[in-house]
Each structure stands twice: as structure tokens, then as C-alpha cells.
């Protein structure tokens, strides 16, 4: 076991303000979804538990949501599905992030589709035709809810064109499809956000900033997508291989570098996860509940929005799998129960605006604190990639100038912590879930706070704790 030392100090001159823009989007897989009373009950006990405010999804535009169909050779457009989504989402104050995707069969110059639902991936045959369906859909949706209400809105246009799957187009094909949006949305409401190339691996991002300069069209925000497995490995690895050929804190590394290409405009990731396998089995374990506590954090100060894909398992991309625990993207499994991932973004919800620095480093843990009047907070991860060194850490952690100390209680995520999955095996992995077999994997994946008794010597409150592989903990000193 390894032995660090972590030193908070509390100066209120030295704090600097911690933006909770992890909370500002989530992802969830595909538009109808939301037309679910699962769905629906899902994202509102994420709206209150984790505080998310957006919520993005594909396919607002696909055949199945009837937005423009051709009936006998008819086009018929219909928002009232859209309409029904927007109006459950602003019912629990939440917003739409819109991805304006995929074509709609009757505008489509192709027949080529993605994902089981046949979403249409290539360009428009007529740019006209596009123009039209998005005047109708925006002047439709300012009507119904206004212009102040819809200026609050992000407009993305497409997802991932910069991969064949997504889109047959060419890079300039996807950059006259912007332009034709980009132009039909802020002349309906200016001060609509309107952003792209929504692309994977951080692509395009300096192509687009050139081309919105060049032909003078509105940028509101940059969007891209990144994911611990992209471009590592090599072909017919699988996700762990993936993972393990990765490297550490590869995540902020690219966050920057977006950053420093979109200079003064927006950054907003619409698509980051632990690896981009939608059954991927870290995705259940606390091993993905440390990696985002380090990966979220690390991103202060390069993003304005990090939306983690995707906020539920009732996710049908490939297939819908009804298995209690299949490695789903999801923070719920599709019964609703919270996966340690879950309870990563509950902690970090819980976290002061004011963060404060702490002096220490070590080979696998990572450590962050806030402070307000009432308490002072400490969250820490033991975090590695898979087949990468880690083990136990011993923590001897001091907190200077935090003044008298009410109490204190330590949270933890582990193996032994807030870890449904454990439960779920010991019932012998069922691939059907009773009611009583649901609360009893819900009990299991709650949060415990367990009293901390610190040492406090000459104003400095001392504490030991440890830390067991892919794990986290989060301290609150009460004052």
C-alpha cells in the first residue's frame, strides 16, 4: 500500500470559483425514448439528484418522430411528438440541447441508414427543402414557447459527420448543411445557440472556426465528442485492450487542445464516456465512477458543458437489452436503479462553488476540495486504467484555516459501496428483476454516511483514510 500526504488550505483569498458544467447537458440515445414513462421518471430523479439542466438525444427528425413524412405524395410535417418531449422537460426545469439530426427519408439523397431505428446518414437532395423543414420547426417552437424561452436553446446541427457511419457526405458537404441551419435559425431567433461540427475525436474543430469566419456565419458554440478508446489499440482489440493501451488523463489532455483551437468560442463535449462501448461492463462497476470523478474535474477551465452519455440504460441503439446489468452506457440500469456512476455525479452535485487547492500528488490518486460557510468538502479517486498499476492507498490528509469543526462523515464508492452490480450478482445475476429484488439492488447502491471523528491540533484538522482501487470518497467536515 502507498502512504500520500494531502494538504487543504482554506483562504478565502485564494479560492477560485468551481462551475458545475458537468451539470449542464446529459446525453440519452434516441428521441422516441423520451416518449417513455420510464424515461421520463428516470431523467426527472436525475434532474433532482445530479442537477442536470439540458438533456441531448439523436433523431429529432427521423421518419419514427413524424416531424415530415410523405403521405401520398404529400410531405406532412407534425411536431407534437417534439412538443410532447419539450413540454416534459421544461415541466421539471430542464431544457433541449437539439441535435438536429438524422434526414428525414422524404429529403434524403440516399438511402443509407445507422442504428436499428434506419436513421437516415446522407445529405439533403434538395438544401431548399432542408431550409423549409427547419423554418417550421423553429418559427413552430418560438411560437409555442417564445422567443425568450427558445434564446436560451442550443441548436446542434447533425452528429458525428466526420464518420462515414453518421454521414456519407464530405467535410464541405457537412459545411454547407450548417450553413443552410445556421442561417434559417438566428434569422427566426437570434439569440438561439447554434454551434457544430458535433463531430467525433475532437475532428474539424479548426475547420469549422475557419469556415464560420470566412462565410460570416454565426458559431455560438463548438461541440465535439471524445472517448478514452478512440484511436488506441489496434483492430480487433477489445474494450479492455483499448482501455489499457490508453493513457492517463488522456480526456483533459484533448480538452485543451479543443480549447486552445476554438479560442474565445464556447466548448461543449455532447459525448464523453468511460470507453464508447455501449456493453462495455466497467460501465457498471465503481471503476467508472472514479474515472469520472478524476476526468470531470480535470476538465475545469477548458469546457462549458461535459455531457456524459447517457443518463439511462433504456438505450436501443443496436438492440434494447433487458438484462438487469449489461454494461449499458446508462448512470440507471433500465429498472432505474443508480450505478456507481450515478452516485460519482451525485457527490460532485453536492460540491461547493468554491474550490480551493490541495498540495499533494500521487500515481493514482487525485484529490479536490471546496468550501462555503457550512462545510468544507474533500473528493477524492483512485483511479486507473485497466491492466495499469494501482492498489490501496493510505491517505494522511490535513485541512489549515478551516476554523471550528462540527462533525465530519466520509462517503465512498467501491467494491463494497454503493455497488448494486455486488448485489445483483449474489442474487445469482437474474435476467429478470422482482419488484423486491429492484429495492433490494437500489438499497445496496445508495450513498452511507459514515462518521469521521478528525484530530484537530492548533486549528488543523488532521485525517487518515483509505483507498481502495478504482474507488471513491468524498469528506465533509461540517462547520
Not at 11 to 33: C, F, I, N, R
Not at 396 to 410: E, H, L
Amino acid at each position: 500500500m502507498n502512504t500520500v500526504d494531502f494538504t487543504c488550505a482554506i483562504d478565502k483569498d485564494e479560492q477560485k470559483p468551481l462551475h458545475h458544467y458537468w451539470e449542464h447537458t446529459v446525453g440519452s440515445g434516441h428521441a422516441t425514448m423520451a416518449l417513455r414513462a420510464d424515461w421520463q421518471q428516470q431523467l426527472t430523479k436525475c434532474r433532482h439528484d445530479l442537477g442536470f439542466r439540458y438533456v441531448r438525444f439523436h433523431g429529432i427528425l427521423c421518419d419514427d418522430m413524424g416531424t415530415l413524412v410523405d403521405e401520398k405524395d404529400k410531405l406532412v410535417y407534425s411536431f407534437h411528438n417534439i412538443d410532447v418531449i419539450i413540454d416534459f422537460l421544461l415541466s421539471i426545469g430542464m431544457r433541449p440541447f437539439i441535435e438536429l439530426s438524422f434526414m428525414p427519408t422524404t429529403l434524403a439523397s440516399g438511402d443509407k441508414t445507422t442504428f436499428h431505428y434506419n436513421a437516415n446518414v446522407t445529405p439533403p437532395k434538395d438544401y431548399d427543402a432542408w431550409e423549409k423543414l427547419i423554418n417550421k420547426l423553429v418559427t413552430h417552437l418560438v411560437n409555442r414557447y417564445g422567443k425568450n424561452e427558445v434564446g436560451q436553446w442550443f441548436f446542434e446541427v447533425w452528429n458525428e459527420p466526420n464518420l462515414n457511419s453518421f454521414w456519407t457526405g464530405t467535410q464541405a458537404d457537412y459545411f454547407k448543411l450548417y450553413m443552410h441551419t445556421a442561417k434559417v435559425v438566428k434569422n427566426i431567433c437570434p439569440s438561439a445557440k447554434i454551434g457544430g461540427p458535433a463531430t467525433a475525436k475532437n475532428e474539424w474543430i479548426t475547420e469549422m472556426v475557419e469556415f464560420a469566419k470566412k462565410e460570416e456565419l454565426s458559431l455560438d458554440f463548438i461541440s465535439t465528442h471524445h472517448y478514452p478508446t478512440d484511436a488506441f489499440g489496434s483492430p480487433g482489440d477489445n474494450t479492455i485492450e483499448q482501455l489499457a493501451k490508453s493513457r492517463r488523463s488522456v480526456l483533459r489532455d484533448e480538452a485543451s487542445e479543443t480549447k486552445k483551437k476554438a479560442g474565445n468560442i464556447p466548448v461543449y463535449y455532447t459525448e464523453w464516456s468511460a470507453s464508447s462501448n455501449p456493453f462495455d461492463e466497467l460501465h457498471d462497476e465503481p471503476y467508472s465512477a472514479a474515472f469520472i470523478v478524476k476526468t470531470v474535474l480535470e476538465a475545469n477551465g477548458y469546457v462549458e458543458g461535459y455531457s456524459y452519455w447517457t443518463f439511462s440504460d433504456l438505450f436501443e441503439e443496436n438492440y434494447f437489452s433487458s438484462v438487469p446489468f449489461h454494461g449499458g452506457f446508462g448512470l440507471q440500469t433500465i429498472h432505474g436503479i443508480p450505478k456507481p456512476s450515478y452516485r460519482a455525479y451525485q457527490l460532485l452535485h453536492k460540491l461547493g462553488n468554491n474550490q480551493v487547492a490541495v498540495a499533494g500528488s500521487h500515481q493514482t490518486v487525485d484529490a479536490w476540495a471546496t468550501c462555503s460557510k457550512q462545510k468544507i468538502q474533500m473528493l477524492l479517486s483512485n483511479s486507473a486504467l485497466p491492466k495499469h498499476p494501482i492498489q490501496t492507498a493510505i491517505l494522511k490528509i490535513s485541512v489549515t484555516g478551516a476554523g471550528n469543526i462540527k462533525g465530519g462523515y466520509i462517503e465512498r464508492i467501491d467494491d463494497d459501496h454503493a455497488n448494486p452490480l455486488k448485489t445483483w450478482k449474489a442474487m445469482g445475476s437474474p435476467a429478470d428483476l422482482l419488484p423486491l429484488q429492484v429495492h433490494a439492488a437500489e438499497a445496496a447502491s445508495m450513498l452511507i454516511k459514515e462518521p469521521l471523528t478528525p484530530l484537530v491540533e492548533d486549528g488543523t484538522v488532521f485525517l487518515n483514510i483509505s483507498i481502495p482501487p478504482q474507488g471513491v470518497a468524498c469528506i465533509t467536515l461540517e462547520l
